[in-house]
C-alpha cells in the first residue's frame, strides 16, 4: 500500500529531502566496509565505491555531500579521480588518505583543493574531525 506524499507527516517529508551523503572510494573492501560504518555511526549516509571509474559511472546518486577517497588505486588513481571532477565543475570537499604519502601528491591534491590528505592507518576520531570540519556550513 503506498500513500501520497502529502499525506505523510512532515516530519517524516523533512527527514526524506537529504541525508548527508558521505561517499567513499577505496580499492580495498576491508576500508570500504570500516569507513562505511563509521559513516553511519556519525549519523551520515555513506555510499562506496571500489574505484574511481565506479564512481563516476554511477551517474543516477548525484554528487555527494563529501568524500573520502584513497590516493592508491588500479586504473584511476585518486589524484586523477579529482582531477576529472574538478575539470567537469563538480566540487564538494573531498578527504584524501593512502599507504604511501608523498610530499608531491600532497601538495598536488591540496592545492586542486582538497581539505586533508591523510597517513593511513587513520584512527576514526581523526576522520570524524575531518568531516565535521568538511559539512560545517561556515567552512564550506
Known sequence: MSFPLALLPARRMAD????TIIAIVDDDDGVRSSLSSLIRSLGYEARSYGSAREFLN????????????????PGMMGDQLQAELVAAGRRFPMIFMTAFPTAATRDRVMAAGARAFLDKP????????????ILDPGNR
Open 16 to 19: 526524506m529531502k537529504h541525508m
Open 58 to 73: 554511477d551517474r543516477e546518486s548525484g554528487d555527494p555531500d563529501g568524500m573520502i577517497a584513497d590516493i592508491q588505486m
Open 122 to 133: 587513520v584512527e576514526p576520531d581523526i576522520i570524524a574531525a575531518h568531516l565535521a570540519a
